[in-house]
């Protein structure tokens, strides 16, 4: 079983509507959770970075940790043709260096 | 402004030779890492620095090796290439102590090995 967990889509969905992006964690010593987002050939590039439990939201972004249930999620309000990329959580442990570990990312369309 | 880029940016080889992928970074980060990109596993890492002459191995070490001669420079080698080895490669970035730790990536090497 993999430390973390994404499904992998794609997720078509219609412009405007509120796209919800999901990750569940096995290991509860992450304490630093973030999101990536990765355009068609391009490096992924940091979107939302939050610490343990809670709720941070960024203009249509918001990311929620639920720390008690491992699994954090991504939302996009009023999602965007511009939107469409693949979408990967990461996480970090406390005490853990500066590493990584990433989902497998999750591909998304935003259709006109 | 400050980047990190990665050279070549697509490479062909046959199945036995050398291959080293270039990464460079003008951020003046102490770590580094190398990440391999595969469809249904995501980015796994394969090497990372935390300083001039700091190494250390990720979870697909076997068959990479890397040597951090400067701040600026990681370089990937392929010892001996393998067409299991062929995938996206992503360098990445980032400066220990900000909090956030937020790694910034380049733009990928695309390796196919024949």
């Known amino acids: 079983q993999k430390e973390v967990e994404q499904d992998p889509g794609p997720l078509s969905v219609p412009e405007g509507a509120i796209v919800s992006l999901n990750c569940t964690y096995s290991?509860?010593?992450?304490?630093?959770f973030m999101w990536y987002r990765q355009y068609s050939r391009k490096g992924p590039e940091l979107l939302m970075y939050?610490?343990?439990?809670g709720n941070k939201e960024d203009g249509r972004f918001t990311a929620q940790v639920d720390k008690s249930s491992k699994y954090i999620s991504l939302f996009i309000r009023d999602s965007q043709p511009s939107d469409s990329a693949t979408y990967l959580c990461?996480?970090?442990?406390?005490?853990?260096?500066?590493?990584?570990?990433f989902g497998t990312g999750t591909q998304l369309k935003v259709e006109l | 402004d400050a980047e990190i880029t990665q050279s070549p940016r697509h490479k062909i080889t046959e199945t036995g030779r050398q291959v080293t992928l270039a990464c460079h970074q003008t951020?003046?980060?102490?770590?580094m890492f190398w990440y391999r990109q595969d469809l249904g596993h995501g980015l796994r890492l394969i090497h990372y620095?935390?300083?001039?002459?700091?190494?250390n191995k990720g979870e697909v070490s076997d068959g990479y090796s890397v040597s951090r001669s400067n701040t600026e420079d990681l370089p990937l080698t392929l010892e001996s290439a393998a067409s299991s080895q062929t995938s996206v490669y992503f360098c990445?970035?980032?400066?220990?102590?900000?909090?956030?730790?937020?790694?910034?990536f380049g733009p990928g090497t695309r390796l196919t090995v024949l």
């Open positions: 990445a970035s980032s400066e220990p102590g900000q909090g956030r730790d937020t790694q910034y």
């Open positions: 951020w003046n980060h102490n770590n």
């Open positions: 990461a996480m970090k442990l406390t005490g853990g260096g500066n590493k990584l570990t």
């Open positions: 620095s935390y300083g001039v002459h700091d190494t």
């Open positions: 290991n509860s010593a992450f304490q630093y």
């Open positions: 939050t610490y343990s439990s």
